[in-house]
């Protein structure tokens, strides 16, 4: 799931950027392949976000973004979001925070995520009770290098994903990655993103089935595509 686009990157287009505190504009709309997030902006500052399937918790996510600080080269938003399968919930809420200079952005994102069981209890009377399975607390970091600043057609991320809290662990493991972004077309706009991200340490076992007791370097490559029209 950070990053800030001000007002001349917005018009530029990249405010389909993952993990950024901007939004698109009112009435533009991103579209992603179903395990993405798409979006349409309903104003210049709110965004509903739509993903089909969330590999998290393996159904559908519904959420909204909303910029509650606009002020010269910071931004700040919130996320809230809910999504569910199999009777289990997931309840998101989403911190992001950025700096935009001429070529450079700075970003992070902190989140609280919990996910929720709904059993159903067969008695004299049939219930229904909650439980709260797993909670984690992952915290991102972005730095964005823009060679044509904000209105250029390619981006160079680097990002780093720490999880603060797993299950009673504390910064097990970290994910890295970095990519190239590059824009085609000016009105309706083709994104793609490419890169490599690597996993380091020792992943809950609710992230890979099993339980590690090795340390783990393990190097995947990093795929992004959407449109922004």
Request: hydrophobic content about 40%; charged content about 20%; proline content about 5%.
């Amino acid at each position: 799931m950070m990053v800030f686009l001000f007002s001349t990157a917005m018009a530029a287009g990249w405010g389909g950027l993952r993990d950024t505190a901007g939004t698109v504009d009112q009435g533009d709309v991103v579209v992603r392949l179903p395990v993405g997030t798409s979006a349409v902006g309903l104003t210049d500052h709110t965004e509903l976000q739509v993903q089909p399937f969330d590999l998290y918790i393996w159904g559908p996510r519904v959420g909204i973004e909303q910029v509650v600080v606009d002020d010269g080269p910071w931004t700040l938003s919130v996320r809230p979001s809910v999504a569910t399968s199999g009777g289990i919930w997931s309840t998101r809420a989403e911190a992001l925070v950025a700096w935009t200079g001429d070529h450079h952005r700075f970003g992070g994102t902190v989140a609280g995520d919990g996910r929720w069981m709904r059993q159903t209890i067969l008695g004299d009377d049939k219930t229904h009770a909650w439980s709260l399975q797993r909670v984690d607390v992952p915290l991102v970091a972005t730095w964005d290098w823009m060679p044509g600043g904000p209105e250029g057609d390619g981006m160079l991320r680097s990002r780093v994903r720490a999880v603060l809290y797993d299950e009673g662990d504390t910064l097990d493991f970290y994910t890295v990655t970095e990519s190239w972004t590059h824009r085609l077309g000016k009105r309706d706009r083709f994104f793609l993103e490419t890169g490599v991200s690597m996993l380091v340490g020792r992943p809950s076992e609710h992230v890979f089935l099993g339980d590690y007791a090795y340390f783990l370097v393990m190097p995947y490559p990093r795929i992004d595509v959407w449109w922004q029209f």
